[in-house]
């Protein structure tokens, strides 16, 4: 049976940011129609800005809700958002924030249900953690849910610092770190794929698969962020975190139970079970001034706010491989990029060519082998492809393919943000990261981040640097 939410309080910090208006208030309005219509929950944004009081963020919250066109079935929903400004990180801001926090659930008669969520930038993280646990905002007389967007750290020792910090004051199971991948539909139906279908789970190992690419393409250039992207770059932006989530689920072993314990075990081992990566292998590039279908566009160099002679990487290409009974010898490719041709995010798993080649004596098998393609957006679905006989006298073949598309078969899916809203308000963490996820994620790119290395030019609109070798679409 669904586990059912109960009455609650979201406190937002960062409650003005980008990330409340155009993902988490519009996730929240869609709940408050649909999930979490029959459950009472309020929401306490907190955040910088002197000038607001509880009526002037309830419009700011309209029209955030209007510009994400979440039309809220019952307005009076919003009488229960409030604001609450924090101007400093002293122990005074924080016993104000709980009074506050106190007033709204004496008022509302709530139980102390509160979720805590952080949508800050990372140096706000651990002053913010240490300021809450301080104040006992860590306990209440209800439940207590921290949710840490990402960036969880940013190398192996500021994650392991950031660990020790939440650890201070909380508990593993209060603990809800953000991959907003995760709270997709498509790679969350990753495991339903392989645990629910035998029919693939039998040939998903290195007697049957040649290789695997997992690639996440971007046609959008850094857009107003280059303050954040530039100290980040694609490897700590995408590949530690997205890129490495949908690895995991892609290679990781049957778990024992279908619990948020069981799934982080398993993917803890591929981790665990990744070589050390071959930093000259690894394929790091900028992108230069292009198009993007017909519209001109930029050069990283030329954005707003990165610099002239910028080392960042919008791209990066990594293989790796998985010293494990079920992939030794398997190359996994993982790619990313921003500017490039078009948005796509799949995994492309190959199956090796047949051992004999009887209808293509003289080609490559490589054009002919099996392949499953997994397309988590956009136009999510799969497709597997096959090698069929063209009618006619002669023997000659052809690929053609089996397909799936969601569109076709269900109603719209959820957006990320909703599910992993609603996940955390009835207590389940399957879709969040465990602290020595992190880490061993971290532990694999980290000697990448400092390495020297050659930054490749691409074109924007191109599929990225010739280095990283030919991009089967
Ligand atoms: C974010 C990154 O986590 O994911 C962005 O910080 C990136 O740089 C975004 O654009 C991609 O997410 P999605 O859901 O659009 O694939």
Partial sequence: MAKKSERHLTIV???TGDLMS???????GRLKNGELRDTEFHVLAVARDTGKDDDQYRQWAASALEDASVKLQDDSWLKQLYYHSITRERKADFDALREKIEEIEDEADLPGNRIIYLALPPAAMEPTIEGLGKAGLNKS??????VIEKPFGRDLNSANHLNQTVHRFFQENQ??????????????????????????????NRHNVQSVRITVA???????????????GALRDMVQNHLTQLLCLTAMEAPVAFGADSIRDEKVKILRSILPIEVEKVVFGQYDRGKIGDQEVPGYREEKGVAHDSQTETFVSIPLEIANWRWHGVPFVLRTGKRLKERLTRIAVRFHCPPVSLFHPFTECQVSSNELIITIQPDEG???RFEVKTPGQEINTKTEGLRFRYSEAFVPLPEAYETLLLDVAIGDQTLFVRADEAEYSWRLYDPLLE??????????GSWGPAEAGFFER
């Fill in 175 to 204: 603990i809800y770190r953000i991959d907003h991948y995760l709270g997709k539909e498509t790679v969350q139906n990753l495991l339903v794929f392989r645990f629910a279908n035998p029919v693939f789970e039998s040939i998903w």
């Fill in 141 to 146: 007389g209800g439940w207590t849910r921290l």
């Fill in 218 to 232: 971007e046609d959008l250039g850094v857009g107003t962020r280059a303050g954040y992207y530039e100290k980040s």
């Fill in 451 to 460: 390495a020297p290395r050659t930054l490749h030019r691409y074109e924007a």
């Fill in 22 to 28: 155009r993902k988490l208030l519009p996730a929240l």
């Fill in 13 to 15: 910090f960062g409650g």
């Fill in 382 to 384: 799969f497709d597997l």
